[in-house]
């Protein structure tokens, strides 16, 4: 089969859809893969590097997407609507959710679409290929937020660990999965007081295993996040609904009653945030302040780590390429993991929860 990884286009994206080493399996496995130049070169990848390991290096979009299988990072751009075609197979984060104009282009150009974040183990609800970037954008959550929250970039001024003498920075987290787990992870490693809501009260119970008394475990309510969230110099939203939008937990006015200068970043504004005032940044233009809060929307966090994020994302994914390539859309029949990945096939939209955002498309 003919594999074509093509450049990233979102702002400051750098990480890559296969590594050197990924293309090497995939040449022992039979298939060609034609990679545009330089699109490893941010996650520190050289043209010669997927030459020795089999690729073609071609010096265009069109050459890189005019193949079988795409493979990237992030969803299509407007800007590369032109290069999906019927028949194609395109693997790669999609969050169609949070985006109508791209599912009802999925739909009607007839792109086999299947999303890296709805690929899912049955029955088990695990996410094999949400899970490293999520481990990731966590961890990188409280570290944003702690650079924000220096009085130079607009924030209150607050040192998360604090001094002795002086209270460390209270960090509050929506959601207790994976992202919520990581941050809560490196929020306690740099001394501050961290409080994790979440409805899961199994989950709760795993996370005072793995944390005991270091960390408040609250269940989640409108009560217990509106005293949560009225002291928090750090609000992070790990809310995660697969294939969803995410709900609206905190609104204006909650916002409103935070403290000045405080942070707010939202891992979930990938699916529509979960927080009313924020919207979607960049890692450009990062953050902005609105009713006196610093917010941080940018969609694709580990876009900043990309030599991490890119070999951490390939170690997951690959096994599903290969797949793909050796059997074709065939290996949706055979994987029932991958096929929970399928948003969009033969102009339809197929995803069940996909579907309850966008009722008006199915047909």
């Known amino acids: 089969m003919e594999i074509g990884v093509p450049n990233e286009s979102k702002d400051q994206e750098f990480r890559v859809g296969l590594s050197p080493s990924s293309v090497r399996v995939l040449r022992e496995n039979g298939h060609a893969i034609f990679v545009e ?29 005019n193949r079988e299988l795409v493979v990237k990072v992030k969803e299509p751009l407007t800007s590369e609507y032109k290069f999906l075609q019927k028949g194609q197979v395109l693997f790669t984060y999609l969050h169609l959710a949070a985006d109508r104009k791209l599912t009802e282009h999925l739909i009607d150009c ?22 490293p970037m999520s481990i990731i954008a966590g961890r990188l959550s409280v570290q944003f937020g702690a650079r924000f929250l220096e009085r130079q970039q607009g924030g209150r001024g607050v040192l998360l660990g604090g001094v002795p003498g002086v209270k460390a ?12 787990t990581e941050a809560a992870k490196i929020a306690v490693g740099m001394g501050a007081t961290v409080q994790i809501l979440d ?57 409103k009653q935070m403290h000045p200068g405080s942070v707010i970043v939202d891992v979930a504004v990938d699916q529509g945030g979960c927080v009313e005032t924020l919207h979607v940044t960049s890692h450009t233009n990062p953050v902005y302040v609105e ?22 994302l390939n170690n997951s994914t690959l096994p599903y390429v290969v797949q793909l390539a050796n059997l074709g859309i065939k290996a949706l029949d055979v994987n029932p993991t991958l096929a929970k990945g399928l948003n969009v096939q033969n ?10 955002v966008f009722p008006d498309l199915v047909n």
Request: charged letters at 15%.
């Open 347 to 356: 102009h339809r939209l197929v995803h069940p929860a996909v579907q309850e």
């Open 291 to 312: 009713e006196g809060v610093v917010h941080y929307g940018v969609p694709n966090m580990p876009g900043a780590v990309p030599w991490t994020a890119t070999q951490a």
């Open 110 to 131: 007839g792109t086999c679409a299947i999303a890296y974040e709805t690929v899912e183990q049955p029955g088990v609800n695990k996410l094999p290929l949400l899970s």
């Open 199 to 255: 409805v899961n009260v199994e989950r709760l119970s795993y996370l005072e295993t793995l944390f005991g008394s270091r960390v408040e475990l609250l269940y989640s309510n409108s009560a217990h996040i509106e005293a949560a969230i009225k002291q928090a110099d750090l609000l992070i939203g790990a809310v995660l609904i697969p294939g969803r939008r995410a709900p609206i937990l905190v609104s204006r006015e909650l916002v």
């Open 169 to 180: 920075g209270k960090i509050v987290i929506l959601g207790g999965g994976v992202v919520g």
């Open 37 to 65: 130049t330089q699109a490893g070169s941010g996650a520190g990848f050289t043209d010669d590097e997927y030459k020795n390991a089999g690729a073609e290096i071609v010096a265009t979009p069109e050459a890189a997407w």
